[in-house]
Nanobody, 125 residues
Framework: QLQLVESGGGLVQPGGSLRLSCAAS????????IGWFRQAPGKEREGVSC????????YYADSVKGRFTISRDNAKNTVYLQMNSLKPEDTAVYYC??????????????????WGRGTQVTVSS
């Protein structure tokens, strides 16, 4: 069964950090650009970050630039999203997605081949 599984979400205080993981099973992430998206209650899904197949190219939404870092470990078939200096407005369900392309698509393009089920991130004091 081909699937992506996110983990690492939780409750954290403002200013804190979390590292999300996106692990693939049933296929290898080597051949995919990987994106992270988030959706807060009552809001549209937002593209947060993306990393190309070779990791040479990355994208960050303006709202997270300088605070979040995306990386990949193809040997572990996993992509990470390190989130620092978290703010209450970062609260959302975070999803990872895989797209069979070398480079990341345009930020608003959410046509990915596989999606995970999401992990909840809550930033609150």
């Amino acid at each position: 069964q081909l699937q992506l599984v996110e983990s690492g979400g939780g409750l954290v205080q403002p200013g804190g950090s979390l590292r999300l993981s996106c692990a693939a099973s049933g296929f290898t992430l080597d051949y995919y650009a990987i994106g992270w998206f988030r959706q807060a209650p009552g809001k549209e899904r937002e593209g947060v970050s993306c990393i190309s197949r070779s990791a040479a190219s990355t994208y960050y939404a303006d709202s997270v630039k300088g605070r979040f870092t995306i990386s990949r470990d193809n040997a572990k078939n996993t992509v990470y999203l390190q989130m620092n200096s978290l703010k209450p407005e970062d609260t959302a369900v975070y999803y990872c997605a895989a797209r069979s392309e070398w480079f990341c698509p345009a930020p608003r393009d959410d046509r990915y081949d596989y999606w995970g089920r999401g992990t909840q991130v809550t930033v609150s004091s």
